[in-house]
């Protein structure tokens, strides 16, 4: 994302003006949840941020039950919900008042409610174990709040089922600095992929919506099919004009392991992406992903400042938090997207986020969490 330079680079990436930013998020820094307190009829002051972690692990551990994907779903929204307002937990603990934060039913109330009364969460410990993923000393901390924006989502140019104008709007409603606007290249015939002559029309497009946020910056981009042999869908005369160019392999992921390493290595060092879209191409309860030499390919992503996706919608969950581990390893840096196709999807996104934190993954090593002036100058 931004200028690059080198052998076979036609010029500069355009780069879009940084509207004014509203200044709604706080950069506290993430607090600690407390020890267990002994009495469970005592208070303890759980910060919300802390309650939003939790509430994004008990989201991710229960998308690993394809049955409970509604009601990961709902966790994770509310933990977006704690992260962005700051709600007052102690103050609605003891008025019972808890369903007032959007997205909190009385189920997400009562867990919040344990977790306030004694400073961990039963429920989440249950479904650790059930899930035998218990906690980690060495995950990392995230302040959900800081995330500035997605640079993956969809519309209704191929799959998506919202119009770019209610994509915008949705991230706007998150106080999103920046959204990304990526949908699919031309290779899959049934998304209605875009090729050169429709990127240009859906660019008009983007600056009419453009004109309409306030504090919101579109960043058109594209998600490039990684072909069979490495290369991509669009040519590099389309790709080098674009803010944000999503690489990602969706067909032929059971190439033998040496081919499926040599298409991805090609992919990675390629001059003109900026972020490898769900790097295994898995499915959880349905497809493996693909098979190839990842601590190879991780290495040379992280050669050419090419971040790894996690991607959360809860169909994917890719990179996994142990993938994720092995190319933080490798020295990459990682995008966290919802891969958005309506802007309800926006709510997964804190589940992406426990999974780096899952991962150990430091908020300087996220794309996520830069503003948009080191965002575009990254590459």
């Known amino acids: 994302m931004g200028s690059r330079s080198g052998p076979g680079d036609v010029g500069p990436r355009r780069a879009r003006p940084a509207a004014p930013r509203r200044a709604r998020r706080s950069d506290r820094p993430v607090w600690a949840l407390p020890a267990p307190c002994p009495d469970p009829h005592t208070i303890v002051l759980v910060d919300a941020l802390a309650a939003a ?17 509604f009601r990961a779903k709902a966790f994770s929204a509310a933990a977006w919900s704690l ?20 997205g909190v039913g009385e189920g997400i109330a009562r867990v919040l409610s344990d977790l306030i ?7 989440l410990n249950r479904l650790r174990e059930q899930f035998k993923q218990p906690a980690r000393v060495d995950e990392s901390d995230l302040d959900f709040s800081a995330y500035q924006g997605d640079v993956h989502s969809h519309t209704g140019w191929s799959d998506g089922r919202a119009t770019m104008l209610e994509m915008a709007e949705g991230a706007q409603a998150l106080g999103y600095a920046y959204l990304g606007i990526t949908d699919h290249s031309p290779r899959i015939t049934v998304v209605h992929g875009l090729n050169a002559e429709r990127l240009v029309a859906q660019s008009r497009e983007m600056a009419e919506v453009q004109k309409q946020m306030d ?15 490495g290369s991509l869908d669009l040519p590099d005369s389309v790709l080098e004009i674009l803010d944000v160019v999503i690489a990602s392999p969706h ?6 392991t040496g081919a499926m390493t040599e298409r991805m290595l090609r992919a990675v060092s390629h001059p003109h992406v900026d972020v490898i879209g769900h790097p295994t191409g898995r499915r959880p309860g349905s497809r493996e992903g693909a098979s190839y030499d990842f601590e190879a390919v991780f290495k040379e992503a992280a050669k050419h400042d090419v971040a790894l996706e996690i991607d959360c919608d809860p169909a994917r969950m890719d990179l996994s938090p142990e993938m994720a581990r092995l190319a933080y390893e490798c020295g990459c840096t990682f995008a966290v997207d919802a891969d958005a196709h ?11 986020l426990w999974m780096a934190r899952r991962a150990g993954i430091p908020q300087d090593r996220i794309l996520n969490f830069r503003p948009l002036d080191e965002l575009t100058m990254a590459r």
Not at 83 to 91: G, I, K, Y
């Open 215 to 229: 504090g919101l910056t579109l960043l058109q981009g594209i998600e490039v099919d990684i072909l069979e042999d």
């Open 117 to 123: 009364k004694s400073g961990e969460s039963r429920y």
């Open 53 to 69: 972690q939790v509430l994004s692990e008990i989201g991710y551990l229960l998308r690993q039950d394809p049955d409970e994907r």
């Open 83 to 102: 992260a962005l307002q700051r709600p007052d937990l102690v103050s609605l603990q003891r008025t019972e008042n808890l369903t007032s934060i959007e």
């Open 251 to 256: 067909v032929k992921l059971r190439q033998e």
């Open 342 to 352: 309506a802007p309800a999807e926006f709510a997964y996104v804190p589940m992406a």
